[in-house]
């Protein structure tokens, strides 16, 4: 369990941060040719599939934190927040990015 409340957070995000790229990876720059860019288009695309199922994770595993009894102290509860915000944020840019001409 506390294996799960420390990397989950932690994987949503570094899955999040090639979607915050995404118009770069539209269009990009000079020095992004070769295998820069073919490692970031390649962590881009597994992205797109892994932060919607991560975000659903997130927020099974917060609403399963907040309805669980109180035997035990409730972890906290930040990181997961920040991850689902980073991972909402992320996917919006995405499909703003998408749907730019």
């Not at 490692?39 to 199922?53: Q, S, Y």
């Not at 997961?80 to 996917?91: D, E, F, K, S």
Request: net charge positive; aromatic share 12%; glycine share 2%.
């Amino acid at each position: 369990m506390s294996s799960l409340n420390a990397s989950l957070p932690i994987v949503t995000m570094v899955m999040s941060a090639p979607l915050f790229l995404s118009f770069q990876l539209k269009r990009p720059p000079d020095f992004l040719h070769g295998i820069p860019f073919i490692v970031l288009w390649t962590w881009g695309v597994l992205a797109t599939v892994a932060v919607p199922v991560l975000i659903v994770a997130e927020v099974a595993y917060c609403v399963w934190i907040f309805t669980a009894k109180a035997t035990r102290p409730r972890p906290p509860l930040t990181w997961h927040v920040v991850a689902l915000l980073v991972a909402t944020v992320a996917y919006v840019v995405f499909r703003v990015a998408r749907e730019s001409v």
